[in-house]
Structures are given as C-alpha cells and as structure tokens.
C-alpha cells in the first residue's frame, strides 16, 4: 500500500525559499528510477539566471537554517516523501540536463531549487484536494531543505556534518551514530536512514554522482573513500560487515601550527622548535599513530614552518591537506589526488586509474622545492621514499602503535608492492631516506558524568637512521613522555647533527634544560 503524504502546503513566502539554499556540491545525473515524475520541466533556456553566492550561501542563511525550530520540524519529516521528491527530482533535473548538456553547477542548483518548489506546490495542492491542513513555515522550508540536501549534499548526513563542533561521525548502521566534537566529548547521534538498505542506497548515489572522480559502490566494490565537498572525507564498507559502516572524518584544524599544538598541550615549546627547525633544515619526516590520533593535523601544522615561496606538490589518495587552498600560507601548490580508475585491462591496470606513483613521476617537471606524500597505508610508502631521496624534506603520515613499530610497518608497506621489494632493501631505504618519527597518540576516556572524552598528544619524537646490523637501522629518542604521562620530555642525546639545527630556530639551550630535568 502506497504511503499516505504528510501535510504539505505551497510556499508562496519568499523569505522561506533561501531557507533551502545553502551552498552545495556539484550534481552529476542521478541513475534514472521507476518513481512517476511528478509535473514537467520547462525547457533549461527558460530556467532563471542562478543567484550570486553571496545572495544565497553566507553564513546568516546557515545560521538562520541552524535554529531550533528549523531542527525540530527537519526531525519530524516524513523520510520516505523526501526521498520520494528527491527522486522525482532527479529524474526532472536529469531531462533538463538532455537539453543543455553543457549546465553549469550553478545552474543546475538553481534548477534544483525551483524544481523542488514545484513539486512542493504539487503535494500542496494534493494535499488541499484530499482535505489535509498545512504545515507551518519551519516545516515546509525543512521539507525544502531536506530534499536539496539529498540531492545535491549529504542527504540525512547534512546537518551533522554542518554542525560546527562535529570533528567525526561513525556510523554502524543506519540508526547507530556516534557525534565526536572538537573538545574530544563522544555522544549519541540521530538515524541517518530509516533502514540498512537506505542508507546503502545513498552511498551508492553519493559515491556515483561526483562529476570529478566518480567512485564504485557495490557489491563487487564493497569499499568507497571519497573527499566530501568541504574537505571532510568519507570512508564506507558494506555487504563485508554486519551493517554498513561509515566514517567521516572533519579535518577543522585546517590552518593547524605548532604553536597552536603547544597551547592545547599536544606537546611543549622545546619539541615544537625542534620540529619547526627540522622542518625548515629540510629533514624527512613521518607522522606516526593510531586512527583518530591527530597525524593529520601535526602534519598541516609541520606544512606551516615551510617557506610561503617554496613550490609544494601534495600527492594524496584523498584530499585530506588541503595546502592548496591556504592560498595566504601556501600561494604556489600543485595538489594530486588519485583516481582509482574502472575496470581491469589485460595489462593489469585499470582504466581510467592514476596512482599516486603516477602523479609523483609527473611532478618531476613541475619545479617542485617539496614533494609530500600525504597518508601511507600501502604501495605509497615507494612513492614517500622516492619523494625522501631528492633529499628536498617530504612529510607524510602512517598507522602505528609506537615510533618504533612505524618502522616495521612502513617495510610491511614496501613489501606489498612486490617480491621485488625485499625486507631488507625496504629498511635500508627507510633508514636512509627517513630522518625523524613523530608519534602521535589517543585515548578514549571515560569521564565522571558517565560520557566520554577523546584526549590526543604527542607521545614520542624519534630520530632514525641506518646501522644496527641486525635490525638494519638505528633508532634513539630525542623527546618521550613519561611512563603513564602524556607531558612530552626531551630526554637527552643529541646527536651532534642535530644540534645543529640551532641554526634553524631549535632551542637547544632549552632542551639541554629539559632534559637535566629542569624547566621546560
């Protein structure tokens, strides 16, 4: 039995319809679906000139879209209209793209919005034929605003992810949600589906729909990491697990520095002059810890000690840096972002893909002064060597439970691109290449109000180098935090080659202080 409609009226007030034009991601054509469309669409030479950003997307609209009344009626829509409307949606905007093939990511929003009034205006008047009342204005615009969201944004995913203190959401299943704020608190998150199958369905829409790198989502590819307009980043596994998993990542701190890291306490102003130098003396250096840790806002904030005229490329599976859009930080970025590329070919390539290795060979032409490869989890680690062996100072970042276990896990990496890759060509090139670990940790704890609370730090910064016949490197720290501490301590021993980096800025009377054990 087909669904009774709520409550729907026209909205016929023009101050609700920037209620539901909020800046949006480009939108690609929809697959087509079996839902009758609901009116016609006229022809898209007649649709109007789309309105200017300023007009529709500054922050007075989002604020005005975040107040509680707005909340309360979006948490009372009926999901199953929304996704309705958003199918008869796609399928107008779809035919409207037929037409003008060559519609420009403005306009298709601006024919999305008026696409979507119309067929309110269409439940309206089905709803004033069968006798129904209205909703009132917080309602309808909510109603609005859900469906532009479904097609253009994050659908039911939107208002978290628009929530300003949201660091991370992690979903394990379409009504199990767990909110991370930027202050470490964990707490409960509402459905973001009204089932399992839902929630699937609209990954596959969101990973299909990017006009720029498109991902697959199914059961033959049951994994999807894609970057989010926004620069968070989405990665989702299903039909391998109980329930569809999803984890989105914010990166806030997207102007991260190292002295904004010794004001939270992530680490003490000995340790943070000794990175800064390192990185100014053009050492190598990898970020290393846990999921969750914070390797990636340590490594925005070593990126901030680099020159503002150095000419940097980023090679990354996903965006996750973003240096090149810290245009007064950074001015000259060339930023690589792989492609995983569609079906198998016989020379065991697949088409349409582009690698990291591949964007790295590249960028050889492009009179780069550092080459940082972003995250390592797998056959990047040749990537990071090769960019660590021009000897320029490249960043990047791995998982691992220790400094000294990054290591092992940056040769288990190397190994994975081949039997040509040996174990111990993999640490002599790691010993050589690689000059400095910094690990990173988290811990998830449990607080006396029964809530809980993520708390980050920097637990250990490592010099490596080779040697050591029997482990093919040596490895020594410069600062560790104490048994049961998180309070970063320098410890002493530093290598004379080091100490030079005095002349960079490291404060070496200070960390000769620290570590005799006074002040820090």
Request: charged letters at 25%; aromatic letters at 6%; a negative charge.
């Amino acid at each position: 039995m087909t669904k009774e409609p709520p409550q729907v009226t026209v909205i016929t007030d023009p101050s609700l319809l920037p209620l539901f034009t909020r800046t949006a991601p480009t939108w690609s054509r929809p697959a087509p679906t079996t839902d009758a469309p609901l009116g016609h669409v006229p022809p898209a030479s007649s649709q109007p000139t789309p309105p200017q950003h300023a007009d529709w997307a500054d922050e007075a609209l989002t604020r005005v879209v975040a107040t509680n009344a707005h909340r309360v009626a979006q948490a009372s829509l009926d999901w199953g209209l929304v996704a309705a409307l958003r199918s008869a949606a796609s399928e107008r905007l779809m035919r409207a793209m037929e037409i003008n093939q060559h519609m420009e990511s403005a306009e298709q929003q601006s024919l999305g919005r008026r696409v979507i009034a119309e067929l309110l205006d269409e439940e309206a008047k089905q709803s004033a034929s069968a006798g129904r009342g209205a909703f009132d204005r917080h309602h309808q615009s909510a109603l609005a605003q859900a469906v532009f969201d479904a097609l253009f944004r994050l659908g039911r995913l939107q208002p978290l992810v628009d929530d300003p203190g949201v660091e991370n959401v992690t979903i394990l299943g379409f009504d199990d949600v767990w909110l991370e704020y930027e202050d470490g608190r964990l707490v409960r998150g509402p459905a973001v589906a009204d089932s399992d199958g839902e929630l699937i369905d609209f990954l596959v829409f969101l990973a299909s729909r990017s006009e720029v790198n498109a991902r697959q989502f199914s059961e033959a590819e049951p994994r999807l990491h894609m970057r989010l307009d926004g620069g968070a980043r989405l990665a989702a596994t299903a039909w391998v697990t109980p329930r569809p998993s999803v984890v989105i990542r914010r990166h806030r701190m997207r102007q991260a520095t190292l002295a904004q890291l010794v004001r939270r306490e992530s680490l003490g102003p000995v340790a943070a002059s000794f990175l800064a130098a390192a990185v100014r003396a053009r050492k190598s250096i990898v970020v290393a810890g846990p999921q969750g840790a914070g390797k990636t806002t340590m490594l925005r904030a070593l990126c901030a000690e680099i020159g503002p005229m150095e000419a940097i490329g980023t090679f990354e599976t996903e965006y996750e840096l973003h240096l090149h859009e810290l245009k007064d930080r950074h001015p000259i970025v060339h930023a690589w972002e792989a492609r995983p590329g569609g079906e198998m070919q016989p020379n065991g390539r697949r088409a349409g893909e582009f690698t990291v290795d591949d964007a790295l060979y590249d960028s050889f032409r492009f009179n780069l002064s550092r080459q940082i490869v972003g995250e390592v989890r797998g056959r990047e680690v040749l990537a990071m060597l090769e960019a660590m062996q021009t000897g320029t100072g490249s960043l990047s970042t791995t998982h691992a439970e220790s400094a000294e276990s990054a290591v092992s896990r940056l040769v288990t990496c190397a190994m994975k691109a081949g039997a040509h890759v040996t174990h111990d060509y993999a640490v002599r090139a790691i010993s050589s290449a690689l000059n400095i670990i910094v690990h990173v940790d988290v811990r998830t704890e449990l607080q006396p109000d029964g809530t809980f609370l993520k708390r980050r730090w920097t637990s250990e910064i490592a010099i490596l180098s080779p040697g050591e016949r029997e482990r093919g490197y040596a490895m020594s720290s410069l600062f560790r935090c104490p048994p049961g501490s998180t309070r970063l301590m320098a410890v002493g021993g530093m290598p004379d080659e080091y100490r030079e980096l005095s002349r960079w800025g490291f404060d070496l009377a200070g960390y000769v202080r620290e570590s005799q054990g006074g002040a820090a």
